[in-house]
């Protein structure tokens, strides 16, 4: 009874070569995140929706985009993947304080 | 930039010991939540505590907001080695919305030995 689902769990992309991660819920939240956690450290919001109004952090780069086609899913698309975008993704739901996680994916890049 | 920050970096128990974590953080803030997370995977949400609030419990954890020091602290009781984990406080200094923010310390990484 997963509640936010991200797929793959794990995602290997070339360097430059694009990449679409993607997220769902069945918790009929109005509020998603994009998170990028790095190796041993804090998650950093990247950017979020409320319903489908588009809020991206100031330090987020460019090069990460997002769609939020439905209330169910939200995509995180890196347009060219560097070395120094391999990290761990979450994504997260809220309609209040409290914020739901899923597994996260992770992303290398060679 | 960096909101809260955590002390220690790593702690290391024995089971049935208690853990305590701290965070400090340097805004305003309308709550404080505190979040585990197992090795690679998602964080999932342990307690949270708004500012208006001391302290607060739920099971074996306790956690406490000054925020006059701009600190919480963060207790387990009675470890389990289940209890292994990162443990990552989060501010949330959003006004105005009926959702928030998170900003989110560096976390501690809890050992707890059989």
């Known amino acids: 009874d997963a509640m936010v689902i991200q797929n793959p769990r794990y995602q290997v992309t070339q360097f430059g070569k694009p990449v679409t991660l993607s997220c769902s819920q069945t918790?009929?939240?109005?509020?998603m995140y994009w998170y990028q956690q790095k190796s041993s450290q804090a998650p950093k919001l990247l950017f979020h929706?409320?319903?489908?109004?588009?809020?991206n952090e100031a330090d987020t780069p460019d090069n990460f985009q997002s769609r939020r086609p439905n209330t169910s899913f939200c995509f995180l698309d890196i347009r060219s993947p560097g070395l120094g975008d391999a990290a761990m993704y979450l994504c997260?739901?809220?309609?209040?304080?409290?914020?739901?996680f899923g597994a996260g994916t992770r992303l290398s890049v060679l | 930039s960096q909101q809260g920050e955590e002390d220690p970096q790593a702690l290391s128990i024995q089971e049935g010991e208690n853990a305590t974590m701290n965070c400090s953080y340097k805004?305003?803030?309308?709550?404080l939540q505190w979040y585990r997370q197992n090795s690679g995977r998602g964080l999932v949400h342990l307690i949270l505590?708004?500012?208006?609030?001391r302290e607060k419990h739920s099971g074996r954890l306790r956690v406490t907001l000054d925020t006059s020091k701009k600190s919480s602290s963060l207790l387990i009781t009675a470890s389990r080695a289940a209890d292994t984990a990162s443990y990552f406080c989060a501010t949330d200094a959003t006004g105005g919305t009926s959702y928030g923010k998170l900003t989110f310390g560096q976390g501690t990484i809890l050992t707890v030995h059989p």
């Open positions: 805004t305003s803030i309308n709550n």
């Open positions: 505590i708004r500012s208006n609030e």
């Open positions: 997260a739901t809220s309609r209040g304080d409290k914020q739901y």
């Open positions: 918790l009929n939240h109005n509020v």
């Open positions: 929706y409320y319903d489908k109004d588009f809020n």
